[in-house]
């Protein structure tokens, strides 16, 4: 029986896994103590994470799934 889901169990997992890690690089920004947030955490930490977390999407939603 095929399944009627557009993507894979992996390509899912990746997603979740990607939004997760978006989430984390935004409390990362909202964490910083400097003034309007121009500390290491806002400007250099948490855009780097949360680049890191679009990337994954991206991967997960142009892999494709293995049958």
Do not use: C, R
């Not at 939004?19 to 806002?42: E, R, Y």
Request: glycine fraction near 12%; avoid cysteine; proline fraction near 4%.
């Amino acid at each position: 029986m095929e399944s009627k889901l557009p993507f894979g169990k992996k390509n899912y997992q990746w997603m979740i896994i990607g939004v997760v890690t978006l989430i984390i690089g935004f409390i990362i920004m909202s964490l910083d103590k400097a003034q309007h947030g121009f500390g290491f955490l806002g400007l250099v930490l948490g855009p780097i994470v949360v680049v890191a977390g679009f990337v994954m999407e991206i991967v997960a939603i142009l892999h494709k799934p293995t049958k």
